[in-house]
């Protein structure tokens, strides 16, 4: 069972960057497509980013596009997100969760058919002056 643990979040200043990563636990990290979600207080949860198990395939929201890079190290089997350009409206609890899907090249930002079912436990980042 894949546990994903995320860290980086924080309270930074609009313009300004975190680096999220998302640290999965046992041998077959690999085999797992990453996705990135946020949820704002009163607002459905949005996915923003993805990276496909083989590490090619990325997707990126339009409302995050330009601003945000994906990436993964699956020797440390870790998945990092870097944020740059930080707005107010990025202000949200920050998920990383996990898609079976061995040697993939294709990664999917849906939220509502149930791909992904190893999540973890969130992290909230607020970009606030």
């Known amino acids: 069972q894949l546990q994903l643990v995320e860290s980086g979040g924080g309270s930074v200043q609009p313009g300004g960057s975190l680096r999220l990563s998302c640290a999965g636990s046992?041998?077959?990290?690999?085999?797992?497509?990453i996705g990135w979600f946020r949820q704002a207080p009163g607002k459905e949860r949005e996915g923003i980013s993805c990276?496909?198990?083989?590490?090619?395939?990325?997707v990126y929201a339009d409302s995050v596009k330009g601003r945000l890079t994906i990436s993964r190290d699956n020797a440390s089997a870790t998945v990092y997100l870097q944020m740059n350009s930080l707005k107010p409206e990025d202000t949200a609890v920050y998920y990383c969760?996990?898609?079976?899907?061995?040697?993939?090249?294709?990664?999917?930002?849906?939220?509502?058919?149930?791909?992904?079912?190893?999540w973890g436990q969130g992290i909230q980042v607020t970009v606030s002056s």
């Open positions: 990276i496909a198990s083989g590490g090619l395939g990325k």
């Open positions: 969760a996990g898609d079976w899907g061995p040697y993939s090249r294709i990664c999917s930002i849906e939220t509502d058919d149930g791909r992904y079912k190893n």
């Open positions: 046992g041998s077959t990290f690999s085999y797992y497509g």
